[in-house]
């Protein structure tokens, strides 16, 4: 076999991506409820300033990545940390996980805490699979599928779900909106035909379109990236909201694992009610990042809470896209 000498865990090491608010967080917990995952919760934004996630991050975004590169990630990203640890949590068959839901928000909170955290936390027996979750992250999605033999599944999402949560995150103050002010920038290198026609309104236009010329830039780069590679999945959120069970053990399938009882008994407790069930506790997260929800009742929820000119005004900006009619045929957008 090609790289024989390389350590057993340069596979076991795979990833999530998708746009902001695509529901890959809930992706990401249906994943981490494996018993042999150790998920990891957008690392490469959340300690981008720590050398070695930072130098992590560089190594798969470099162009001279290659499969010996990937061991050395998976060391990085294997250790715990409060920040990367995102509840809810689950029992593992390779680590200690007691008291993790209440002890991560002091961690968080006390950095002096920090350490005890990794040696509670950090897988102790064997090499498990890992498994992290990024967002925005496409360009590192298509070099590592260019590069290496890392599965990977990709999230879309709906285009006016993601504007209308994104705005309103934005309107509570916990979504960014740095991207706005190079958004003419990403534009032009994107795709100079649709700068020519959009850059000349950029002043003109509000929040809203803006991060629809957002989800529009990633999703094209996304698509492009995974459509058709034997190594990407492509999932849309709608689909698997309708079809949670199938499509988990499809993902599961494709990352080489098995369907675990313990996860298939965490699809199934989102279909029983609205209230997020007791077990599955999220302590310290805000209500607008939950993922313990019903996906029946937050499909659509957009329809009811957009205004219909909104929706309109985002669906102009998307339509012409061949991403988009790939995701609305597939996801049957309608």
């Not at 998976?74 to 068959?93: G, I, N, S, T």
């Not at 928000?105 to 509670?120: E, K, N, Y």
């Amino acid at each position: 076999m090609e790289n024989q000498h390389l350590p057993v865990n340069y596979k076991k090491i795979m990833g999530i991506f998708g746009t902001g608010r695509s529901g890959s967080s809930w992706l990401g917990s249906i994943i981490s409820s494996h018993p042999q995952v150790v998920y990891r919760f957008e690392p490469f934004h959340r300690l981008k300033e720590y050398p070695p996630i930072h130098q992590a991050r560089q190594r798969l975004e470099s162009e001279q990545l290659s499969e010996t590169d990937l061991p050395a990630v998976y060391e990085v990203l294997l250790p715990a940390h409060p920040k990367l640890d995102r509840p809810p949590f689950f029992p593992k068959d390779f680590c200690f996980n007691m008291g993790k839901s209440w002890f991560r928000p002091v961690a968080l909170q006390f950095g002096s805490f920090r350490p005890l955290f990794q040696w509670l936390y950090t897988c102790r027996n064997g090499q498990p699979f890992l498994i992290f979750k990024e967002v925005t992250m496409e360009p590192m999605m298509k070099n590592v599928l260019a590069h290496t033999s890392m599965k990977v599944v990709y999230l879309v999402r709906h285009p006016c779900a993601v504007v209308d949560s994104t705005v309103k995150g934005q309107q509570q103050g916990v979504m960014p909106i740095g991207r706005h002010t190079v958004l003419k920038e990403l534009l032009t290198k994107h795709d100079a035909s649709l700068a020519a026609t959009v850059v000349p309104q950029l002043d003109q236009m509000d929040g809203l379109e803006k991060e629809t010329l957002l989800w529009r830039i990633d999703v094209e780069k996304g698509i492009s990236a995974a459509r058709g590679h034997k190594n990407a999945l492509v999932v849309i959120y709608e689909d698997l909201c309708d079809r949670p069970e199938e499509l988990s053990k499809q993902i599961f399938e494709h990352f080489g694992l098995d369907f675990s009882k313990q996860t298939a008994d965490f699809v199934a407790s989102f279909t029983k009610s609205e209230a997020p069930p007791s077990r599955w506790r999220e302590v310290g997260i805000r209500s607008y990042f939950s993922v313990v929800r019903n996906p029946a009742l937050m499909k659509n929820k957009w329809q009811q809470q957009m205004a219909k000119e909104a929706q309109q005004r985002v669906l102009k900006l998307v339509e012409d896209s061949p991403a988009f009619q790939y995701c609305a045929s597939f996801g049957k957008w309608g």
